[in-house]
């Protein structure tokens, strides 16, 4: 099988400091490999190493080490660019051109041409959800609208393997929910994405597969069942329609919290179902708000994962 | 073909972002002076408005194309890097020098319309000065009102800056814009003291800073060369060969400078 | 496609840059040598020099010169367009004691910064001979601009009758106007009758007719407007002078036969020696001093104050 992307020891040193260069390891050792047709989440805290990998990915730094292939050709190769799409991170372009324009000139670069490229462009504006100010100049375009430029300009080509950099960043909760449509409608149609992200929520919702990035380290990878910090570890149970000496009589106050009048969250162990403790409170006349899994957050997988790791500057060899 | 296509595209952006930012608007301000200055010139100077006319006309053509060439150039491409608009190009199917070479030639057709456009308002005006003048007095004139000879001035103004556009952008893809804007206006500056420098051995006894002086009019760009307005205005002959030998060693300066620029782009990290 | 032939696609990963980078380096290096034999080739192509002046003042052209970098050429028409304020303005005031101090130093400027700016050679040695208050009265520093101009366009015969058109008329030295009028004449191109006007000067310096001459030449290779006009008031002060000798020798006439001085020109019409009051070619009447008898131009005609008449050559 053909892999989407691999990379093989793929190493990044910057060099920090302004009179003394010293090095900075932003990426050490990633070997990772995504098939085809997956929906790759890259997950890290910020400065983890991601948008550094997207960048040796897409050529705009070069590798201190290592290598990485897309579509199993050597990453920078124009025949492969002409087959991947990317989106930056905070997508920046022309400040003077219109949304139109700067599709019709990116479109141009795959070689469409004609009414064909201007069918692209319409189609892909559509797509995202930029209306009649597609012909306003771009910086008139707020956070959000630009982000959905990006996105349409990472389509442009029809690609095979998109690369979207935090493609929820600056974007409202309607504007996230439709990117995760499109992710979708694209996973749907066998292309892979591989997109990096900050928040589990997303990954959760859309990926296949996931690698955990922390201080340019690939901690783990797999799918996200199979990452063991992302269990369930227990249900919050919230009812209303309850009293306090019900809820003391079944011994469990020491893990209730008030949040209203008459409403209570329960904190119930993975051992303890729920099931049952909710018919003991419905037959009491409790009514059932809300049942949910109780996950480590991503943030609370970095936190821990950091904790174990040495400061940045001392993993430097050489 | 797929090259001449991608240089084209940016080079079309170039051009589009730089008549949107409002760049030609340095024609209306071109146009008004010259009229202005030919309507004044009448009733200040006693004769010589021809003259005068050229002079200010050929300075212009000159010194807005060499603000438009540095300001424009020196942010061609580090403007794109700090602003992040580089990521998104480059992931598409250019590679870095044919990126380099897009944004040259999209200021270069800048300039060109620009320099076109102010040519000929030149010339109009010189021309209605020419008509307007008493036959007996036009023979006083070094040269005629609308003297084909100043397109060799203009052509030599245009070479000049191409090259200055090239030096602008060398620096642009490794430096600030600040810095590049300090960098080309020095080269400009010493581009044209340069002449001055190959005859150092008259100024200075030491044989050792005489050479030395004579490298750096070989290694600076020599744009004092390119100046050719004084004898065009005064009628004197710019050979062929003159203008011949200046244009080709204009091409390859830029040559020389544009590689170098390609060379250092396409090896840079963009953090 | 397997992993194991993509790797055929790829190039060595070390070797490749290392490769275009002595490639790059090479033809940088190529193109830098060919841009030394191009500017060595440039230099031998002879472009008319556009020589640059010494050093004279603090006001120093030389100076402007490097700091216009290639603008020269334009910041000479600043200063040609201050010098003909200066003059203007200083001539048209009225005070006492003005001075034309910055009127030499201002055009020096203009022509070392574009030392081909004829007119400025020319039309300032104009005003620098011009006597005072009209002018500075600087008949030196007139020759000094024009031999100035002379050093940068040794071709143009008319800054040599300039300067011999300065010997004569302003400092009445016939012998050295005629020299200046004949090296005028050997300039190739220049008119046959720069070498009359040297045998006349030569001959009848001093004469009216030699005066009229001069201003009559200038007069039909007046480059402009500016210049043609001040001819032309030259050639009528030289008319008005005639006018002024003739109606001087009536009035004389009129002495010698009544006796007695006229007391006005009423007595001169009354008595047949003239038909109207007489009246310079611009209309003002010309004054009759009942005292001396001595006829003058009005003080406020337009040809005033009327040149001094040169001194005849002691040869004649």
């Keep these: ?156 080509n029809d690609p095979e393997v998109v690369f979207l950099d935090e493609p929820m960043s600056g974007l409202d909760p309607l504007g996230r929910r439709e990117v995760r449509r499109l992710i979708l409608r694209l996973r749907d149609q066998g292309r892979t994405v591989f997109f990096s992200s900050h928040i589990l929520a997303d990954a959760e919702a859309l990926c296949s597969r996931v690698a955990i990035l922390v201080g340019g380290r690939l901690r783990t990878v797999g799918s996200l069942s199979d990452i063991t910090a992302f269990h369930v570890r227990g249900w919050e149970l919230v009812v209303s329609g309850v009293e306090e000496p019900v809820l003391m009589r079944m011994g469990l106050m020491q893990r209730t919290t008030r949040i209203g009048e008459e409403r209570y969250a329960i904190e119930l162990p993975i051992d303890e179902p729920p099931d049952k403790v909710l018919s003991d409170l419905t037959v009491t006349g409790a009514r059932l708000v809300s049942l949910n899994p109780i996950r480590d957050t991503l943030e609370d997988f970095f936190v821990r994962q950091v904790s174990g790791v040495d400061p940045p500057e001392s993993r430097v060899k050489g | 073909m797929r090259t001449s296509r991608v240089v084209a595209i940016v080079a079309f952006n170039v051009f589009k972002e730089s008549v949107r930012d409002k760049v030609l608007y340095n024609l209306v301000f071109f146009a008004v002076l010259l009229i202005a200055t030919s309507l004044l010139l009448g009733k200040l100077t006693a004769g ?78 010189l021309g209605y000065m020419s008509w307007t003048e008493a036959e007996e007095f036009k023979r006083a004139w070094d040269a005629p009102a609308a003297d084909p000879a100043m397109l060799k001035a203009i052509a030599l103004i245009f070479v000049e800056l191409m090259l200055v556009t090239a030096v602008a952008l060398f620096f642009s893809t490794f430096s600030s814009p600040i810095l590049s804007a300090v960098f080309t206006f020095g080269l400009f500056i010493a581009g044209h003291f340069n002449a001055d420098l190959k005859h150092f051995e008259g100024v200075v006894d030491s044989r050792v800073a005489a050479s030395v002086a004579r490298g750096w009019y070989y290694v600076l760009p020599n744009l004092a060369a390119f100046d050719v307005k004084a004898q065009v205005v005064h009628a004197q002959p710019v050979t062929a060969g003159y203008l011949g030998f200046t244009v080709a060693y204009g091409f390859v300066y830029i040559a020389m400078v544009l590689l170098a620029a390609m060379w250092i782009f396409s090896r840079r990290d963009f953090k | 496609m397997t992993p194991g032939a993509s790797h055929e696609l790829e190039r060595p ?118 006597a005072y208050p009209n002018g500075p009265g600087r008949a030196d520093q007139a020759i000094a601009l024009l031999k100035k101009g002379v050093r940068s366009q040794p071709q143009k ?12 008329w302003w400092l009445h030295d016939y012998v050295s106007a005629a020299t200046w009028f004949r090296r005028a004449a050997d300039v190739e191109g220049a008119p046959w009758w720069l070498r009359t006007l040297a045998a006349t000067t030569l001959a009848q310096g001093g004469e009216r007719a030699g005066s009229r001459m001069l201003w009559e030449q200038m007069f039909r290779t007046a480059g402009d407007d500016w210049l043609r006009r001040e001819a032309e008031r030259r050639l009528v002060q030289l008319t008005a002078l005639d006018d002024i000798d003739e109606l001087a020798r009536r009035v004389q006439d009129y002495a010698f036969r009544r006796g007695a001085l006229p007391e006005s020109w009423t007595a001169l019409v009354g008595t047949g020696y003239l038909r109207e009051p007489p009246r310079d070619p611009t209309g003002s009447p010309y004054v009759l001093d009942p005292r001396t008898g001595h006829v003058t131009i009005s003080s406020q005609s337009a040809l005033f104050p009327l040149p001094t008449e040169p001194p005849p050559l002691p040869s004649r």
């Excluded at chain 1, 002409?82 to 991170?89: F, T």
């Excluded at chain 2, 603000?67 to 602003?83: D, N, P």
């Excluded at chain 3, 015969?157 to 004569?168: E, H, N, P, S, T």
Aim: zero cysteines; proline letters at 4%; a positive charge.
């Design chain 3, 157 to 168: 015969w008319q800054y040599l009758q300039d300067i011999g058109f300065v010997y004569y």
């Design chain 2, 48 to 125: 010589q408005e021809v003259k005068i006319i050229k002079d200010l006309g050929l300075a212009a053509i000159s010194l807005f194309g060499v603000f438009i060439a540095i300001f424009i150039g020196i942010g061609l491409v580090s403007k794109e890097v700090e602003r992040r608009s580089i990521y998104s190009i480059l992931a598409k199917p250019i590679r870095r020098h044919e990126f380099i070479l897009g944004k040259y030639s999209g200021l270069v057709l800048t300039l060109l319309v620009n320099v076109a456009i102010m040519s000929i308002a030149l010339y109009l005006v």
């Design chain 1, 1 to 156: 099988m053909t892999l989407a992307i691999r990379t093989t020891d793929l190493t990044k040193d910057y060099a920090v400091g302004f009179w003394r260069k010293r090095p900075y390891r932003a990426l050490d050792q990633l070997s990772l490999d995504v098939g085809t047709g997956d929906v790759f989440g890259f997950l890290g805290p910020n400065g983890a190493g991601k948008t550094t990998t997207l960048k040796l990915l897409m050529q705009l730094t070069f590798p201190t080490r290592g290598r990485a292939e897309i579509l199993g050709r050597p990453v920078g190769d124009v025949d492969v660019k002409r087959r991947i799409g990317y989106l930056p991170e905070h997508p920046y372009f022309y400040d003077y051109l219109t949304a139109e324009e700067l599709l019709g000139g990116f479109a141009g670069m795959f070689g469409y041409r004609g009414a064909e490229r201007a069918r692209r462009v319409g189609t892909l504006l559509d797509e995202v959800g930029i209306g009649p100010e597609r012909r306003l100049a771009l910086r008139k375009f707020s956070k959000g609208m630009i982000q959905r430029v990006g996105l349409a300009q990472a389509l442009i």
């Design chain 3, 13 to 130: 990963p070390q070797m490749q840059p290392v490769v275009r980078s002595a490639l790059l380096g090479t033809t940088i290096v190529m193109l830098f040598a060919t841009t030394v034999l191009l500017q060595m080739a440039r230099d031998r192509q002879a472009l008319t020099a556009m020589p640059r002046g010494q050093v004279l003042y603090v006001r120093s052209g030389a100076l402007l010169d490097r700091v216009a970098l290639s603008y020269d050429a334009l910041l000479a028409d600043v200063y040609w367009i201050r010098a003909i304020q200066h003059f203007g303005g200083t001539r048209r005031s009225t005070d006492v004691g003005k001075r034309y101090d910055l009127l030499y130093p201002l055009l020096d400027i203009a022509t070392t910064l574009d030392p081909r700016f004829t007119i400025v050679y020319r039309f300032g040695a104009i005003f620098l001979a011009e």
